[in-house]
């Protein structure tokens, strides 16, 4: 499986922005997909998931109701809306996978890992 990320930018406070995965390698709709992010000198943190069943999805505190993550089974792509960006969600976004078929919010549960893109939110 191999994951590419891209979307990621500056942009200001308050603006949003759109980011993209796309998935190949695989069998996409046997995967739970994920968005992790990674400020500097933190630990990597849980975004949102989306199973690929049933395409039900959960969120990290931080960005509930602000994240919105989709998937598109037809085209392997899986999607992060970002509304309403603050400073505190600059960091390097991370797409990753699995083959499973629930949700998964951890980190180590992910065996496939895309590079990061970078996002940075501007006050």
């Avoid at 990597?44 to 049933?54: T, Y």
């Avoid at 505190?88 to 065996?111: F, H, M, W």
């Amino acid at each position: 499986v191999q994951l590419q990320a891209s979307g990621g930018g500056l942009v200001q406070d308050g603006a949003s922005l759109r980011l993209s995965c796309a998935f190949s390698g695989g069998t996409f709709s046997g995967h739970v997909m994920a968005w992790f992010h990674q400020a500097p000198g933190k630990e990597r943190e849980f975004v949102g998931a989306i199973r690929g069943g049933d395409g039900s999805t959960n969120y990290g505190d931080s960005v509930e109701g602000r994240f919105t993550i989709s998937r598109d089974n037809a085209r392997t792509m899986v999607y992060l809306q970002m509304n309403s960006l603050q400073p505190e969600d600059t960091a390097v976004y991370y797409c990753a996978a699995r083959y499973y078929s629930g949700i998964l919010l951890q980190p180590r549960d992910y065996n496939y890992w895309g590079p990061g893109t970078l996002v940075t939110v501007s006050s």
